[in-house]
């Protein structure tokens, strides 16, 4: 038995942007871009600590929609074609810093990065990133759980619980298919909790989830251990609050490691210090300053003046980190089992994306920190996921009713309804209205018509993604985000209109289909009245 534990988890989620209308879109880029800095560094990392038999547990979270997107034939060659392009653009940047000392060894790191970028997505993983992280998990060092269908925030959808069911029925369900069993537990997009979404969980047999500190320590009665051990809600639903400490450190680029002057910088990038014409063949194919993945300065400060980026120095930086990280969680542990008795367990959730794509150097930390941890002789810490600690810990849990809360700003749902996106509930709520109609006239739906209804609900898990009333706040791409989600709800719209005219054809409905292809197997009577009775019961 070890005096404490760290469960750290990870979660990956990207919105479904997927254009083969166009030869090129920009905002496709951000999968790539994933792919690319976050998802295959991190399964490399996690290979070579297998390889060397450390002993390491991680929790893993993917959106059902980006695993679509792993899954997505034309994404998966994109993805090739835009890493192809990064080796080209490195090779163009090699020739242009050639005899530049500063430079020109960064050049070649990134060309020689992209390479074995490319050899590992095409020649190891065949193109298959589900299929590449479901392996990991076969090993029993890491735990992979879902989260709901389209990322929605779900308490935004609180007055219309088959919204919810049908999120995370849709989850467990694509989760399964993907990675050989249902899923143990879920994060909840942007820990959005209302009172009640314990019971929706447990319907769907969903065993374990993660919230914001306060949402367990303003809960009712007041957990006696605070954010160091797991409660169970009154469904029997058990929630791991996360840790305020271990958060602040990783996550803030101001308190926290990130933002080292050392680290490289994320902004300073050759997309935009360099002329759109020589970027563009490769990146910036409609001409628009954008980010390339190349970039050749360190944080430095907080002028605009930054130095060159020296890797080693940035990699003995993530050293010392993961030795101090290391240190703290000790120091936490030892405290806690010392004054109160118990075996506290540090949940440590973060964005998949801060590593690799936020933080370059992010991936490289995670190795050291497993390493780090492995290597302790006394029996103080380790890692463990969410199942291994309640398999370990069998005695019961404080009952606990949590608060409202997410992981957003100020703590609760401001950030995803506001005075900048409040506009787009009223249709969604509308729509969700109009397929519980459908579902209900047409239970038993064949042929072109349950492939119609299969459709429709697809369109509303399309336009409730988290991202958009985000991008709509943020004010960054907002023009997407309003074209995405008036799209999703006109094409729902046509399909109710078309349903109840019986007027549905083949061609019109292929087109729809091929640019929304998610959720192949999806069961539109999850939005059915009586489906929604049934999980009452």
């Excluded at 088959?162 to 909840?188: C, E, M």
């Excluded at 019971?199 to 047999?205: A, G």
């Excluded at 993945?293 to 930086?317: D, F, M, Q, V, W």
Aim: hydrophobic residues 35%; neutral net charge.
């Amino acid at each position: 038995m070890y005096k404490g534990y760290l469960n750290l988890v990870l979660h990956a989620h990207l919105p479904y942007i997927r254009h083969p209308e166009h030869e090129f879109f920009l905002e496709e880029n951000w999968f790539y871009e994933a792919v690319i800095e976050s998802y295959i560094p991190l399964i490399d990392v996690f290979n070579s600590l297998l390889d060397d038999r450390v002993n390491f547990n991680v929790t893993l979270s993917f959106s059902p929609s980006l695993v679509e997107m792993f899954n997505d034939p034309l994404l998966r060659e994109r993805c090739l074609r835009h890493i192809n392009n990064l080796i080209e653009l490195s090779e163009k940047e090699i020739l242009r810093t050639k005899g530049d000392s500063s430079f020109e060894p960064l050049a070649r790191m990134y060309n020689e990065r992209f390479r074995r970028i490319r050899f590992l997505y095409e020649d190891i993983y065949k193109k298959d990133l589900t299929s590449a992280f479901r392996k990991l998990a076969e090993t029993g060092n890491i735990e992979i759980i879902t989260t709901a269908a389209t990322h929605a925030y779900l308490p935004a959808f609180s007055s219309h619980l088959s919204s919810v069911r049908a999120q995370i029925k849709v989850a467990a369900d694509t989760h399964a298919k993907n990675f050989g069993k249902r899923p143990n537990g879920i994060w909840l997009p942007e820990c959005g909790y209302f009172t009640g979404l314990d019971k929706l969980l447990k319907e769907t047999r969903i065993k374990v989830t993660f919230l914001e500190a306060h949402g367990v320590l303003n809960g009712t009665p007041v957990p006696r251990y605070g954010l160091y051990s797991p409660v169970s809600c009154p469904s029997g639903v058990i929630v791991f609050p996360r840790d305020i400490d271990s958060s602040r450190q990783v996550w803030s680029s101001i308190e926290g490691y990130p933002g080292d002057f050392d680290y490289r910088d994320f902004y300073r990038d050759i997309g935009f210090d360099l002329p759109a014409d020589y970027i563009k063949p490769q990146i910036n194919h409609d001409n628009i300053k954008t980010y390339t993945g190349i970039k050749y300065h360190s944080i430095t400060g907080p002028n605009s003046e930054k130095n060159p980026y020296i890797r080693e120095k940035a990699l003995l930086k993530a050293e010392e980190h993961a030795e101090d990280f290391v240190k703290n969680r000790k120091l936490s542990v030892e405290c806690l089992n010392s004054t109160m008795k118990f075996n506290p367990v540090i949940t440590a959730p973060y964005d998949t994306e801060l590593f690799g794509h936020w933080w370059f150097e992010g991936p490289e930390w995670l190795n050291f920190l497993f390493r780090k941890i492995d290597k302790t002789k006394e029996k103080d810490l380790t890692t463990i996921t969410s199942s291994q600690y309640l398999e370990l810990k069998k005695n019961k849990l404080q009952r606990v009713n949590p608060s409202a809360s997410s992981w957003g700003h100020r703590g609760y749902h401001d950030v995803w309804i506001n005075d900048s996106n409040k506009w787009i509930y009223r249709p969604l709520h509308e729509i969700a209205d109009k397929m519980t109609e459908l579902a209900d006239s047409f239970p038993k739906a064949v042929g072109i018509k349950k492939r119609a209804l299969k459709q429709a609900a697809r369109e509303i898990l399309l336009s409730q993604h988290s991202d958009w009333p985000f991008i709509l706040k943020t004010g960054v791409a907002a023009e997407y985000a309003t074209k995405r989600i008036n799209g999703h709800i006109e094409k729902f719209k046509d399909i109710y209109s078309r349903m109840k005219s019986d007027s549905v054809t083949a061609e019109w409905l292929e087109k729809i289909e091929k640019k929304d292809m998610i959720f192949s197997e999806i069961d539109y009577r999850v939005y059915s009245t009586q489906f929604n009775s049934l999980s009452k019961g």
